[in-house]
């Protein structure tokens, strides 16, 4: 490659990477039609964060089958699900087993800003926030807002 060639190349690199982060209208627009509770753009955010403070002290269950095996055997915590997840019927039995044993649950929009805010490169469908002394504001106030959202019929 020459000279010319690698500056063209690292400036659409910079435009690239500024450019691949998509707004909350553009993620809303590829929803699952059963994500419902969706959280808003600023509970997204909290619950993100609430995640990243987990994921530092490991104490988050990630993925389907982990998430089924800890909520079938009576962990405490609140269940946050993408809302982008193809097919549907991967996690569809989730919310339902979430109201059985009254855990909060909420949609945020992304799986892939869920899965890096895990600390993870990997989207994440499903992840589980256990409590935690150390994030324990956080993690209240995530609980109430969860709560609070209305639940679908």
């Known amino acids: 490659m020459t000279k010319v060639k690698k500056e063209k190349a690292a400036a659409d690199g910079e435009e690239a990477a500024g450019g691949t982060e998509k707004s909350y209208q553009e993620l809303i627009a590829h929803l699952n039609p059963i994500s419902q509770p969706l ?16 994921a530092k002290v490991k104490n ?6 982990e998430v089924q095996k800890f909520i079938n055997k009576g962990e405490k915590g609140i269940v946050v699900l993408a809302g982008d997840t193809l097919p549907i019927d991967v996690y569809c039995h989730l ?13 945020v929009p ?7 805010s895990a ?3 990997r989207p994440t469908c499903v992840i ?5 002394e150390e994030y324990q504001d956080a993690y209240q106030e995530c609980v109430d807002e ?4 209305p639940k679908p019929l």
């Not at 919310?95 to 949609?107: G, H, T, V």
């Not at 799986?111 to 890096?116: Q, Y």
């Open 39 to 54: 959280a808003s753009r600023k509970l997204s955010k909290k619950l993100y964060k609430c995640v990243k403070k987990a």
């Open 60 to 65: 988050i269950r990630r993925g389907v089958k």
């Open 95 to 107: 919310p339902i087993m979430c109201e059985d044993r009254n855990l909060p649950y909420a949609y």
């Open 110 to 116: 992304s799986k892939v800003d869920l899965g890096s």
């Open 119 to 121: 600390g993870s490169k």
């Open 128 to 132: 589980l926030i256990k409590p935690h």
């Open 146 to 149: 969860v709560s609070s959202l």
